[in-house]
């Protein structure tokens, strides 16, 4: 009866219970089951959408070229005035920020010294011809007495020594005039030449302008001797100056005179400034290695709104494209990354060493092709740039139109 009951247990499952799993199995096993279906979803059904593109159209508009280039502003003529002479200064009449016309006295030398030494050249040439006029007297007496005595000599009255005399008193007569002469001169120089000095002690204006800078003050000792100093600094109209900008090598050659420019100072943010290329210097700068050529900028200033010596940044056109066809610049630099079939390409041997990876990756970058995407795909397009502008590059030639959408970068998700 017992093996009965026993086999009847076991049939209905009524016997002892076996083994229990345990929680932590249960939800391991059931993570596991959902990982793997995420990844064949992944790698099945959700590859096609994992690619997306950055897109922008190809449009007509006008393109403007420019060359950037800094430089100063300064007046058209600026004129550095300093002394000849050497002394103590005795009065200064202008300051600061004065307009003068041309012949303003600016400042004066004390001429004390000098006065004197024209007195004294003044008493001096006087001096000297009173001698001439006492040379002249002395020789007309000396003439007469001369002829006289020819006339004797010829009648046979007088001896012919008083007449070798005469001669010899009236040839000495002559070149005591001549020497009067000489000295008169030389104290008429003289003369001239305190006379000039004095004139240049004091200082004037050559132009008109306003002053400056103004390097001296009275009482100050003024020392010309191997270099003259820099007293007052003038400069000419400044309601017309010009900005001297430093073009880069690489821009020259497409620059010229009468090129449009823009600029812009610190003082004033938000206003723009017109200029015009009115020279370009040939003589090369070089600092740091870097080689630039100066060019000159003409400016209107009639509001006196610029200063000499402000630091300027100017955009100078070079070129006015009308209805370009135009791609920004990220499209011309898209490249599409490699395929994993093309990075498992063998490298070795020979062809490896003649054209490493690294070289085939800057050729297809430097190629000149656009990608376009059409119809959902990227596909690639030849194409011949143009001009640009730093943002936008014009397409001169290629299978491209206005609306296309070019790609400038890929996201992979």
Sequence with gaps: MAEASDDVAKTLGLG?????????????????VLAGGLLAWATLGGK????????????TADLRVTVTATGTIEPTNLVEISSELSGTMGKVHVDFNDKVS???????????????QVAVSKAALDSRIARVAMARAT?????????????????????HQTLVTQQANFTRATAELQSALADQSLAEAELDLYQ???????ICSPIDGIVLDRAIDEGQ???????????????EDLSKMELQVDIDEADIGRTAVGNRADFTVEAYDERVFPAEISEIRFAPRTVDGVVTYKALLTIDNADLALRPGMTATADITVAEIADALTVPNAALRYVPPR???????????????LIPQDFEEAARADNRTLWVLRDG????????????????????????APGDLVITERIDD
């Design 48 to 59: 096609d959408g994992a690619v997306q593109y950055v897109t922008a159209r190809a449009t």
């Design 339 to 353: 395929e994993p079939e093309a990075e498992e390409d063998d490298r070795s041997g020979l062809l490896g060493m």
């Design 102 to 116: 041309r012949g303003s006295i600016l400042a004066e030398l004390d001429t004390a010294k000098l006065n004197a």
């Design 139 to 159: 020789l007309e007496d000396a003439r007469e007495k001369f002829e006289n005595a020819q006339q004797l000599e010829a009648r046979g009255v007088t001896a």
């Design 221 to 235: 000792i003024v020392a010309a001797t191997l270099q003259a100093p820099v007293l007052f600094t003038v400069a």
């Design 196 to 202: 000039t000095e004095l004139d240049k002690a004091c």
């Design 16 to 32: 002892p219970a076996g083994p229990r799993v345990p929680a932590w199995v249960k939800y391991g096993a059931a993570l596991l």
């Design 377 to 400: 795909a990227p596909t690639e397009i030849a194409v011949r740039p143009g001009a640009t502008d730093g943002r936008r590059t014009q397409i001169l030639d290629g299978d491209l």
